[in-house]
């Protein structure tokens, strides 16, 4: 699974894109306003700025809920 957020200041959307590509049997979250620290903020400095040092801002929501849905879709071995 490759998780990106569209307001990652770090590294750009289309290297998940281009790494999506070369795995096509993975799957690709793209994950609007989030940003390198899986956080939601706008794409101003100071917004971003406070989401890295803020440790009382939840993580996205639509993250965790890709990635829950992402497990479940995993087959299972027993």
Known sequence: MITQGTLDA??????????????????LLMVEGMNHV??????DPASQQKSYGDPTL?????LID???????????HE
Do not use: C, M
């Not at 770090?10 to 799957?27: F, H, I, R, S, W």
């Not at 939840?58 to 639509?62: D, F, L, N, R, S």
């Open 38 to 43: 899986f956080k939601r903020a706008a794409a």
């Open 66 to 76: 890709g990635i829950a849905a992402f497990v479940k879709s995993v087959p299972h």
């Open 10 to 27: 770090q590294v750009p959307a289309g290297d998940a894109q281009l790494l999506a590509k070369a795995q096509p049997k993975g799957k």
């Open 58 to 62: 939840p993580v996205a929501p639509e």
